[in-house]
């Protein structure tokens, strides 16, 4: 496998690429415009700096990776001769049919196509292709450049020789990847959601505050951040997203979102992309605070 196309160049997308770029891959990067293409591609950089200065990477391997990724705003062009192309786009099922349709038809027949998709059906995905069985999910963890697990999602279609591809593309990354069917949430969200959600309900209901939540889990659990500030992280809008995924694919109210999720992204407090959600992020110093309305 040579040539790699990501198909958006946003958080999961640059860093998507910068995994790709690293390990001596072409890639076709692919977005709608130039200027959110140079922001991507901006961060790249700006990732691989930190890299450097932490002395993982050294100044070759930085300009090699650079090297490798060609930006394009033309979906066929950039897809044309690809070997994988990996979709990393807003988490809306009739957004990701549709790019798949178009897909489907501008690789060669031989090409993979993958989603990053965090809860959304594989198979769902696959069935509006001619090539349900080279159809399948690779979803990363972010920040991309630094977790090591990918969740390899294959649907009853994907077969298996399309499967020990990608877990074996995954590892030439550096990365362990892990085989799970195609169930809503797959395993690392439907496990993570709902525990991000009581967290909400547990703010909602006055139990404590937002920071002796996170507190609580950080110490008591040993969780590397809390779940609200984790919720900041993601975007609380893709944790709604999933949430309503769960709820749907499961008919359950167990993965009902919190009211105060819901009321928080008709808000447009979406967390860290917006500046403000459970913690503020608008301050210059990039300090983390509390949010306003969530203070004792």
Not at 154 to 170: F, W
């Amino acid at each position: 496998m040579k040539l790699i196309s990501v198909l958006g160049s946003g958080t999961m997308g640059n860093g998507i690429a910068h995994a790709f770029a690293i390990a001596g891959y072409r890639v076709n990067l692919i977005d709608v415009s130039q200027e959110s293409l140079e922001k991507g591609l901006n961060t790249i950089s700006k990732n691989l700096d930190r890299q450097l200065s932490k002395g993982l990477i050294t100044e070759d391997l930085k300009f090699s990776a650079l090297k490798n990724i060609q930006t394009y705003t033309d979906t066929q062009s950039a897809v044309l001769d690809s070997d994988l192309v990996i979709e990393a786009v807003t988490e809306n099922l009739a957004i990701k049919l549709d790019i798949f349709k178009n897909l489907d038809q501008f690789c060669k027949p031989e090409a993979i196509l993958a989603s990053n998709t965090s809860s959304i059906s594989i198979g769902k995905i696959a069935s509006v292709t001619q090539r349900a069985d080279r159809v399948i999910g690779m979803h990363f963890m972010n920040p991309v450049p630094i977790i090591k697990l990918v969740e390899v999602i294959r649907a009853n279609s994907t077969s298996n020789q399309v499967t020990k591809t990608i877990m074996d593309l995954a590892v030439s990354l550096g990365k362990i990847p892990v085989e799970v069917n195609d169930y809503p949430g797959f395993v690392a969200n439907r496990i993570l959601m709902p525990m991000i959600n009581e967290a909400i309900y547990a703010l909602q209901e006055g139990v404590t505050g937002v920071s002796e939540i996170d507190t609580v889990m950080k110490l008591g659990m040993a969780h590397p951040m809390g779940p609200l500030q984790l919720a900041d992280f993601i975007g609380l809008d893709v944790c709604l997203s999933i949430l309503n995924v769960l709820q749907d694919g499961f008919d359950n109210p167990k993965y009902a979102p919190c009211l105060l999720l819901v009321n928080m992204v008709t808000a447009g407090n979406l967390g860290i992309k917006s500046g403000q959600g459970f913690y503020d992020y608008s301050n210059e110093s990039n300090e983390l605070v509390i949010s306003a309305q969530f203070r004792k």
